[in-house]
């Protein structure tokens, strides 16, 4: 069982950073594949980037890609979102999860946390 809590969300203009945080608890964190995934109002939830277990394979999704960086410390049973060159169209609410693979879709995600809220001004 792993319970995942985001924090670091928060209002932020165009052009600007933040970092996201999702602290796991549980002794098997290092097992897990961690993903970020994102859902704007009025819109499904997407994929925006996953770590493997040892944190040397990332992905991400093509719209975050070269703004976005994940990244784990397994010590601190934390996975981070560093979000740079944020805009308005990255506002939405993000959600860490975890699985047992690699994937892209949500369905292959076994625990979510509750979610942060992100919103880029204009």
């Known amino acids: 069982q792993v319970q995942l809590v985001e924090s670091g969300g928060g209002l932020v203009q165009a052009g600007g950073s933040l970092r996201l945080s999702c602290a796991a608890s549980?002794?098997?964190?290092?097992?897990?594949?961690m993903g970020w995934f994102r859902q704007a109002p009025g819109k499904e939830r997407e994929f925006v980037a996953a770590?493997?277990?040892?944190?040397?394979?990332?992905y991400y999704a093509d719209s975050v890609k070269g703004r976005f960086t994940i990244s784990r410390d397994n010590a601190k049973n934390t996975v981070y979102l560093q979000m740079n060159s944020l805009k308005p169209e990255d506002t939405a609410v993000y959600y860490c999860?975890?699985?047992?693979?690699?994937?892209?879709?949500?369905?292959?995600?076994?625990?979510w946390g509750q979610g942060t809220q992100v919103t880029v001004s204009s």
């Open positions: 999860a975890a699985a047992r693979a690699i994937a892209t879709v949500d369905n292959m995600y076994n625990y």
């Open positions: 549980g002794r098997t964190f290092s097992i897990y594949v």
């Open positions: 770590i493997s277990w040892s944190g040397g394979s990332t």
